[in-house]
């Protein structure tokens, strides 16, 4: 875990109660940490960067951020529900990911892909 200072600190045009801030509308997780600050875990440093990114140096408006997060998230989960099924596939015998690529194949053309 990192101290919300300590990230903050990579990043010269972020200010910690900027970050403090984006924890309260629960764009940014962090753990509560002694003394009122907060401890991140790497994923969370990952979505700060994320953030700042978007914030901060795209300098994305306010009001549109929740939605943009969400948009990323559902990216996100689907992108790790594909990894989780491509392995379930290759762990399957030959025939087996065979039949199933063969049916994502029609199921592609059909669906005018």
């Not at 200010?15 to 997780?29: D, G, S």
């Not at 009122?36 to 914030?55: C, H, I, K, P, Y």
């Amino acid at each position: 875990m990192i101290a919300l200072e300590e990230v903050c600190g990579r990043f010269p045009n972020l200010a910690p109660q900027e970050a403090a801030l984006w924890i309260e509308r629960r764009w940014l997780r962090a753990e509560p940490a002694p003394g009122g600050s907060w401890l991140l875990t790497e994923v969370d440093v990952a979505r700060l960067t994320l953030l700042v990114e978007l914030r901060v140096t795209l300098e994305l408006d306010e009001e549109a951020m929740p939605l943009v997060l969400s948009l990323l998230d559902q990216l996100y989960d689907a992108r790790r529900a594909l990894r989780a099924l491509t392995a379930a596939i290759e762990a399957q015998p030959e025939p087996v990911r065979r039949a199933v690529l063969d049916a994502a194949q029609r199921h592609d053309r059909d669906e005018g892909g």
